[in-house]
């Protein structure tokens, strides 16, 4: 899966989406980048989940997420409701440039290309 959705509701709907459509037990969950609309559905994804994220991209949710949820959650009574008690993992697995993922017959490949909407956009 590529981005959550806005907070645990969201990111729930998401994961009933992905596990139907899975060929395997297995999930990969990366973002294309940090902004709350696209991670703060992650704790809705089960725990066997497997995070990949481009390093770059978790130096700027280390620090600029928690300001992004803040004014995500000013916006309106629905965010701030859906935003609630926000909690992230630690990724799985961390890369600097490219990854390929093995999906059993495809590969998946991540990679960047320089910074866009934000520095770690993938």
């Not at 998401?14 to 703060?40: C, D, F, W």
Request: proline share 2%.
């Amino acid at each position: 899966m590529i981005d959550t959705g806005l907070g645990e509701r969201n990111g729930a709907t998401v994961v009933r989406v992905a596990q139907k459509l899975a060929k395997g037990p297995n999930l990969y969950l990366t973002n294309t980048h940090y902004h709350s609309e696209h991670t703060s559905g992650e704790q809705a994804f089960p725990a066997n989940t497997v995070i990949l994220r481009l390093a770059l991209q978790q130096e700027e949710m280390n620090k600029r997420v928690a300001a992004h949820l803040d004014a995500f959650r000013n916006m309106s009574a629905q965010n701030k409701d859906l935003l609630q008690d926000v909690k992230f993992r630690t990724p799985d697995i961390l890369f600097d440039r490219e990854m390929k993922l093995d999906l059993g017959g495809v590969t998946a490949r991540l990679f960047w290309l320089g910074g866009a909407h934000t520095k770690g956009t993938c």
